[in-house]
């Protein structure tokens, strides 16, 4: 008498459903390592500095290291800065001059560098360079400014210097809107390269914005004075474009 206990036999197709769930978690993460293992030996002949920041930006956006597998959004990646620029090339030995020279003023904090598409910028917040509605050059962004020259006097850049303010409305004897104080500011740092620091005149331009081209909304104190700034773009003379404000 054969007795039947009831046990139920499973098909081959079966057993592998229900054991097959980590197979696929294990795949996807072994496919994902392999991508990165991949990418980073395209990058075995760069410098250490790039592949650091690849990896930094890896991370960040795969969040392999951080809890899991998955895609998340964040900021640029691989956006401009010094250690993704040759080490050799000009333009990194001006970000790192420009950075020295403003860490050994002690006001690091108040001037950024950067590499963006129109070229190298130097932003100097407003505190560091005029009094609140004037556009003369205070004492204590002379260092800086000569310093600057120095730098750039040797170069075949072009220079364009950008002013700009908040959206709080001004009216003096002097300046009777924004776009005039802009403008007054962006000119007289125009006109100190050229008379203390000989740079020659063709190679620098000056416009003001005023409030128009903000870099923060302008919705309270903090962002209102970054908003307040002067921002000097290095250009490579063979790659300079008109701006698109001044085209016809």
């Not at 640029?76 to 990194?92: Q, R």
């Not at 204590?140 to 700009?164: C, K, Q, V």
């Not at 000119?187 to 100190?192: A, F, P």
């Amino acid at each position: 008498m054969i007795e039947n206990r009831g046990y139920l036999k499973l098909s081959k197709s079966e057993r592998s459903s229900e054991s097959g769930g980590w197979e696929i978690t294990y795949t996807g993460f072994v496919l994902i390592l392999l991508c990165f293992f991949i990418m980073l030996s395209s990058f075995a002949s760069m410098e250490s500095g790039k592949v650091a920041r690849f990896v930094a930006s890896f991370v960040d956006a795969v969040s392999v290291l951080s809890g899991g597998i998955k895609f998340e959004s964040g900021g640029t990646i691989l956006d401009h800065s010094e250690d993704i620029v040759e080490k050799e090339s000009e333009i990194a030995k001006l970000l790192s001059d420009i950075q020295e020279v403003a860490g050994r003023l002690g006001i690091g904090k108040d001037v950024e560098v950067s590499l963006e598409k129109r070229g190298l910028v130097i932003r100097f917040a407003n505190t560091i360079m005029f009094d609140i509605g004037e556009a003369a050059i205070i004492e204590g962004a002379i260092p800086m400014l000569s310093s600057l020259a120095s730098i750039i006097s040797d170069t075949s850049h072009s220079i364009r210097i950008e002013g700009h303010t908040d959206n709080l409305p001004i009216n003096t004897k002097r300046y009777s809107s924004n776009w005039e104080l802009s403008a007054a500011r962006a000119v007289n740092v125009l006109r100190y390269f050229i008379e203390q620091g000989e740079i020659p005149a063709e190679r620098l331009s000056a416009v003001g914005f005023g409030e128009y081209h903000p870099v923060f909304p302008n919705d309270s104190t903090e962002h209102r004075e970054k908003n307040r700034r002067v921002e000097i773009f290095l250009v490579e003379q063979d790659h300079e474009e008109a701006p698109k404000e001044m085209l016809n």
